[in-house]
């Protein structure tokens, strides 16, 4: 019996790398299945290596293709052709056959509307799927915003954070949340999908970066956020007076910002407040000149964080937009809409 079994998986293996090169013959191109690997010499023992290649990669056209070209032959030999899982290839099989998915347009032709490729995201369930199945990942480095019911702001919690407050029997609070809750992902301290945004640094849709990307980039965007952190400082100072007082000054600005973020203020009063004469003034500059009383280690530093800001052609924002677009990305709806309602504000003060 058991050398029956046998003999028929060698069988469907040599089945399977046939029908392989037969498509080839035809005309398909499967190099992205094999990477490389010559299909003249495709053994079983190929196709087997070729599983795990492809479990955490997004289907490419040319393997929408081919899972299409043979929906009707055994998924079981097909999935093993492609790298994939069987549960993989019928998810994938239904998602081409609704006109309404991404790939269903992609395969039949129209990828001619560039603006409604434009406007597509992927779905953050896709996201998380490719940080959960994929081992070179380590889950501790990512986090989530979520709404919650009882908060004025989004909650953040860390990626495998325990379910203990949803009913259900999912464990994992992100698995237990509704997907529509889910607002935005991050690999450590940045922003990789964000919903309202439509940002998407992890699978790439919408013009984004790949997460493989963020990841080899990530020392350099947090030293640059460092530097940006300290220009938005200094410059603020100098905004503030340069004087010693302009430090406290800044302390209790900086007390403002932590009540919006906490939903303890709202955006109307904190803006008000931002652009009065106490801070910095109808214009948002403030005084934005240094002071001759300023201490000279302020001068120095301003100068010196502006001669490594990158260079820009048109006219610097003001101050206190600068020191708003260094909120973390954590906070990442608050940032926007601060900066969308002090722009408001300063636009209407200048007309």
């Known amino acids: ?187 450590r301290k940045q922003l990789v999908w964000h919903k309202a945004s439509r940002l998407d640094h992890i699978l790439g849709s919408h013009g984004g970066l790949r997460l493989a990307q963020v990841i080899e980039g990530y020392s350099e965007w947090d030293e640059e956020r460092k530097q940006s952190i300290t220009r938005a400082r200094d410059r603020a100072l100098l905004a503030l007076g340069g004087t010693a007082e302009a430090t406290d000054t800044l302390a209790a600005f900086k007390v403002l910002v932590a009540g919006v973020k906490a939903g303890d203020m709202e955006t109307d009063a904190f803006v008000t407040t931002a652009l009065s004469t106490a801070y910095f003034g109808p214009d948002g500059g403030g005084h934005d000149t240094p002071e001759h009383d300023a201490p000279d280690d302020l001068l120095a530093s301003h100068m010196a964080s502006q001669s490594s800001a990158p260079s820009a052609a048109h006219v610097p924002a003001p101050a206190v937009i600068e020191l708003m677009r260094t909120i973390p990305d954590a906070h990442a709806d608050t940032r926007a809409e601060l900066i969308r309602e002090l722009s408001k504000r300063i636009a209407s003060a200048e007309n």
């Open 1 to 187: 019996m058991m050398v029956l079994c046998f003999c028929t998986m060698v069988v469907a293996a040599v089945s399977t790398t046939n029908r392989v090169q037969r498509t080839l013959t035809h005309g398909a191109c499967l190099s992205t299945f094999t990477h490389g690997a010559c299909l003249n010499t495709f053994t079983k023992r190929t196709v087997l290596m070729c599983m795990p290649q492809h479990v955490h990669e997004a289907y490419t056209r040319k393997e929408d293709a081919f899972l299409w070209a043979h929906q009707n032959e055994p998924l079981e030999e097909t999935a093993l052709a492609m790298g994939r899982g069987v549960r993989s290839c019928t998810a994938r099989l239904e998602r081409l056959r609704n006109p309404k998915t991404e790939g269903h347009r992609r395969l039949f032709g129209v990828e001619g509307d560039d603006e409604g490729k434009a406007a597509r995201l992927r779905p953050v369930r896709e996201c998380i799927q490719r940080i959960m199945h994929d081992p070179s990942l380590d889950r501790g480095d990512f986090s989530f915003g979520y709404r919650d019911r009882f908060r004025k702001t989004l909650a953040l919690a860390p990626f495998e954070a325990p379910n203990e407050s949803v009913q259900g029997g999912e464990r994992a609070l992100m698995l237990a949340l509704p997907e529509h809750r889910i607002q935005s992902l991050f690999y």
